[in-house]
């Protein structure tokens, strides 16, 4: 049998980072064409009507990855309907006549279980290589994290057009190919430093906006039609709590993040409803405390 | 003893699953059971109005139930379920269940118990468990609640069971009649605004009935595991499972959703496609729904199911 292609379904800027992990199940990978309109119109047409917007848009992912030759997807999952979708995608693949494999992420967060996850495509792997691999995509995906964050809030103020988006593109090429966490750390370094010389005309108390809501929504673009670049445009501070790192961090810790922000969300919530809606409360409590200028929640319909 | 007080059951959601179980525990608790009336339009305009737009019409009639118990009784039971099971899940809706009516309505007394048998949220509860201390809050002694509790289940039990009983006689008679499956959740199923008038219009086609509700769960849910191995919904594992139960026993098949369930979405389209040739509709149900135009659908529907009988 030829050597698997992987694709999986993009999100913001994080398939450069995680397009490396295939070399886990000995797989070459191919990152599914970027999101347009005519990923939306594919994915809608075949999704069920009242499916939720992220779903369609993975769908999308899936059919443009397959015709441009990937031949086995993977899908993770969670929340609160996540978790459903790659059984209902892969039901309607097959039925559009694609015959392709597809890998459901269903491990634990522990170490032995990833392992035993991955040895379950590549027996022969090393248990030092699963974990160089996983430590390295570890540090890309905090460092890439750390880096939008900062550009998301000073892209609104930057003197010349451009510098940031530049900048940023450069960074996200060097950090796909790094190869060691020692090569992650002089990029951090860098671009820590970088970041900080771009000349700005920030004013001393600028426009502050925090955006809570659904994950997908919040870290695709494309799905939120560039909302936090339509704000920081007009002079704002944008601010975003939901990342990838932030998801890892509050899934490994589990009960008690939840716990904790149920402590502050009393008056409104008294259990967890959830998915992102407890955090999204806690953190719109939050920014209000905070004094921010305004809290912009983000949802898909349905 | 503490003084009795009237328990308001809103006859939405949770109600048409456990009717029997709270009525039970609340009167033998020498308390006294109020239950909403079936719904009705002004039962819906009331929840429509307390509820957002975007929720599922469910969650808006359940509000109308609420809303209408209000200074009728000392406290609206509204429980909230998580996980009734370790490897299932509700619909996020009903793990939000008592804060969503607790900020639509905050006038209204709420009593609540909450299960969640795969401990996400809290320590693992399960029903059985958070009814014995739900009747100790009622001020109920340790043995009079452990009775009530028992009793209630026993009841429970039995009269899901006789309706179990009642599908079962009806699918071992002749099949003189176009039999058709309907499926959906017993919220539904059993909302006299939303489910009912479909069974009976199906009825009054000349059909015999057969519900989701009304199947042997873990037969069900081990056959809906065979074809959805990930599905970890409770409601829509007996969905599921039904329709693999029965397909080859019913003529057509009709599924029963509220718009925009969640849950629904996915799993009603993956139902569809493993049924290989049995005919089936989707009625999808929302606050504005003209009768006529359902009625329309089930006729077109139940004459197609005829002229395949007819054929074979």
Redesign the interface.
Known sequence: MSRPVVSFPHMGNYAHVLAPLADLIDADVLVAPPITRRTLEIGARHS?????IP?KYNLGNFVEALDAGANVLIQA?GG??F??????QE??LR?LGYDCGFI?L?TGLKATQIVRFIRRYNPRIRKSTVEHTIRLTWAKLRLLDEVEDIVRKQVGFEVADGEHDRLLSAFIQELSTAQSVETVDRLAADARSELAAIPLDKPENPLRIGVVGELYVLMEPFANMSVERYLAKRGVEVHRFCTITAILDHAIEG?KN??RMLETTAP????????D?TESVYIAMRLIEEGFDGVLHLKP?? | MTQAITVGLPRSLFYHKHEVLWTTLVESLGNRAVVSPPTNRTILAMGCHAAVD?TCLSVKVHLGHVAWLEGKCDGVLVP?Y?STARKERE??KM??L??IV??ALPDVKLLSY?VDAA????RPTWQTGELYRFARRLGASRVRAARAVLAANVAQARSDGARRRAQERLLARPADKPRILVVGHAYNLFDELVGVPIVDALEAQGCDILLSEHVPVRRANRLALRV??????TNNLRLLGAVQLLRQRVDGIVFLVT??C??D??????AT?VLDDVPSMTL?IDEQVAEGGVRTRIESFVDIVQMRRERS
């Open positions: 069920p009507e009242f499916a939720c779903f999952g609160c309907r978790g459903y979708y790659g059984e209902v039901a309607i039925d459901q269903s009960r939840i716990e409104y919530l008294e259990s967890h409803i959830g998915a809606g319909f349905g | 975007e909230r998580v619909c996020v793990w939000g008592a804060d607790r900020n909450s401990g996400i949220s809290h959805s191995p990930r599905l970890y919904w718009f925009p969640g849950p979405s996915l799993v009603t389209d993956l496609r999808v």
